[in-house]
C-alpha cells in the first residue's frame, strides 16, 4: 500500500448553495450546522432527525469536524446519504453569505431564549456546538439569537444529538416561515 491510507465517505458532497437550493424546497427549511461536532453517533443521529421531520441538510467545517463514514452512516439508519452535506472552509463567512440569502442565524448553548417560547423563524440555520466546548464565539457572533433548553432539574447537559433533535422538532412545530 506504499504508506498511504484514505479515508472515503459515502455521503455525496454539496456545496452550500446546494443547501440554500434544498432549504427552498424542503418540508423544513432549516439546515444544522454541526460547529467541530467530532462523534460519528451523534451526527448520524442528528442527520436521521433533521432527514425525519423534513430538514434541508447538514452544514459542517471542512477541518476539525466529524467524518461522515460508516458510524454515522448506521446512526443515521441510511438517512445521511439521502441529505445534502455541505463543508466549508470558513462556518462564519458561510453563516454571514446563508444570512444574506435571507436565513435567520440561531445558535445553541446553555444560555438565552428558550426553545419552547422563542419565537422561530424560517428559513433558519441552527447551529450545534462542539460536544465539550459548544458553540466557538466566532460562530456564534453569527447568531441573531441564541437558543437554550431550560432543563427541570439541576443537570448537566444533554449530548448533541439529543439536544438537535429537541431543537429540531421545536422549529417543526412552531417556526414560522418569514415573509
Request: hydrophobic fraction near 50%; charged fraction near 15%.
Amino acid at each position: 500500500h506504499q504508506g498511504v491510507l484514505a479515508r472515503l465517505s459515502a455521503v455525496p458532497r454539496a456545496e452550500l448553495a446546494d443547501l440554500v437550493e434544498a432549504a427552498r424546497e424542503a418540508p423544513l427549511p432549516l439546515i444544522v450546522a454541526l460547529d467541530q461536532v467530532q462523534d460519528a453517533g451523534n451526527a448520524g443521529t442528528l442527520a436521521r432527525t433533521l432527514y425525519a421531520l423534513g430538514g434541508a441538510g447538514l452544514l459542517l467545517p471542512k477541518h476539525n469536524s466529524v467524518f461522515l463514514g460508516a458510524a454515522a452512516i448506521k446512526a443515521s439508519a441510511g438517512a445521511l446519504p439521502l441529505l445534502p452535506v455541505a463543508r466549508v472552509a470558513n462556518l462564519s463567512r458561510a453563516l454571514e453569505t446563508l444570512q444574506a440569502e435571507g436565513f435567520k442565524i440561531y445558535a445553541t448553548g446553555n444560555e438565552g431564549a428558550s426553545v419552547f417560547t422563542a419565537e422561530l423563524q424560517l428559513p433558519a440555520v441552527l447551529v450545534l456546538g462542539n460536544e465539550e466546548k459548544g458553540v466557538r464565539l466566532g460562530v456564534e457572533k453569527q447568531a441573531g439569537e441564541t437558543l437554550c433548553i431550560p432543563l427541570a432539574r439541576d443537570f448537566d447537559s444533554l449530548n448533541v444529538a439529543q439536544a438537535g433533535a429537541i431543537f429540531t422538532a421545536a422549529f417543526s412545530a412552531r417556526g414560522k416561515t418569514s415573509s
